[in-house]
């Protein structure tokens, strides 16, 4: 947010936000949930749906609102909202979302690195409806892959990013996941069954699951089928990954060599309890597992010492059969019946999730340190204080 | 290999193998080239690509060989050897074949573990050309996925598997995998422009590039397409993953809840220097990394101290452009030029790749032991002594 003081940028309409939000940036607003009302539900409520906004919330107009496709389409258009929701099939999925700055501020905490702060909340899980991206670009008659229309690139109209020169947020997926017939990218109007909040994007976003949140791009403008990514400082210079011997001294001449961030590692945190919590058993704890590219979690680990020996969670996920389409969350839960000591002792509950690919978490943040702060998906701990001789019942 | 006692197989027909090999263990025939072999040449040579038989090498007249299709299939067929090659269009690609159990040794070093030993070998590099399973089982009119049809299950001819009581290896992939345009599961005849040698399945295998080498069934008698997963031993009690509180005491209840392997996890080897070598600089190491389910390895990170500090490892890959159909595997490259020492001095090379969803390997194999020894992807180490007095020049 260096260059914020630089640009002119006017938050007098935001939308009301929930005030249990935890706030980690005011404006532009980047708000996430308590961590324990990520596992109440498996649909995570809007009120309590994180909030990554770039720029001011843009006051848009359904009724005149119409979205461009251009680029190496054969058929350049202009759709109107009533287009979009009456010429194309509606489609809806359940999708999680996750900012690749999730558990940041423990990256941080590690060394510091530049971003907003997260906790462990800044992902959610919707259901998402709209239609089909592909359907759109079919009808634009998107140009083959081989005449060079490699990349859909989309533009919000939420002008007056900071990070940018007050340009509007800006990014881009690949065509080969825009057109996947399986890949289930959406032009989203609804989220959880309501009218798509204008937190969330109104009147138009994208949703492109299993792939990081910035590449669903809120508030959609325009979509451009181009040879090479889009050109947006979102795209190119951050939202990228690095080694740490990569800083703020030779980052510049690395940037172009490392690829944008699209699908997903593999992720989960506890969110019940709370770090420093004193329990009584026997003791439930939640948390939620992720993975990227529509891939299934297929197990979460706990232990109860830190990480030497470790038990199966038990995992409230979607059942959708042999199939590479797992876009929601997985949450889990672990009961701790006993404890090896009579007296109140401290322990450091991890948890690790692992998906269909048998990928898993790192073990230490320090492994994966680098100086943007995404991707940190290191093993989860949480130390608390268990007391075995008081007990709920 | 505990049944082997009990089951009478006969030895006396298996094809010449290269002398270079080293046999992990001899009838069956399992066995890998010497490291350096793999970074020699971006393909494999079929004289030095790895082996992983379970039972003896069957001798099959190609003449009157016949692939049979059933189950769920509204046209069960029997299919000669000439009409794979004459009724259903002819596909080349190059993929590596990774065994599950690659790098075993290591993992065993650590604590011991159950099944044949393997070093950092058991996986190769190669082109083949068949038919696409696809197109057969389309062919066979496979039923819809509502139906039923969730996996394709093979069965081998090679009779004789002491660990399955003589029966014949079997496998399964999801019809998922089976029929996606993109997923390029193939039945092969040709590996590397040759017929298919005997060792690699003689008349025709399976090739499911991205997924475990254990599911790539050799010498293939029969497709049945089955809502359940295959039968077979090696489907359903091996090529799992389980945590380390999973032991032979406790590990048959757990079997049947844990998934078969399928997608192979990031990975990746130094081939040179080997252990203990001694260099003169500048030294350039090479080494392999590969991801599974087409995804592209974005980097290989290279550490000269043990994993404090990294630096970005020359990628020798293939250039697929934004697709995720990378079924080869990246060889790479790194030269030391200098170190920071005016005398001999031991140090501790580490390399860890990230394929393109940010996964990356996890530090310790004692964090992944699991008791079938499976999926060991940690870092991998090589402690060198490099001299600085003496240089090559």
Known sequence: MSHESQIKVNFDNEPYRNEEFVVNYKAPFNAEPRPERLVQSFITPIEHFYVRNHAPVPVINPDTYMLKIDGLVENPVLLSLNDI?????????????????????????????????????SLSNGTWSGCRLRD????????????????????????????????????????????????????????NGQTLPRDHGFPLRVVAPGIIGARSVKWLDKITVSSTESE?????RDYKIFHNGIDWDNVEKNWDNHPSLQELSVQSAICVPAPNSRLFLPFTLYGYATAGGGRKIERVDISLDGGQTWDLAELMGENKGPCSRYWAWTLFRYTIKSIDSKVAKKINIVCRAWDSASNTQPKFVGDIWNLRGVMNNCWHNVEVTVDPLCSKF
């Open 85 to 121: 929701k009456t010429k194309f099939e509606k489609i809806t999925i359940t999708a999680h979302l996750q900012c690749a700055g999730n558990r940041r501020t423990m990256m941080s905490e590690h060394k510091k690195v530049k971003g907003v702060g997260w906790g462990i909340a």
């Open 232 to 236: 947006s400082f979102f795209q190119r």
């Open 136 to 191: 759109v670009l079919m009808y634009a008659r998107a140009m083959p892959f081989e005449s060079g229309a490699h990349h859909a690139c989309f533009w919000g109209l939420d002008f007056g990013c900071p990070e940018d020169n007050g340009k509007s947020y800006g990014s881009s997926i690949t065509m080969e996941k825009a057109l996947d017939p399986t890949g289930d990218v959406l032009l989203v109007y609804e989220m």
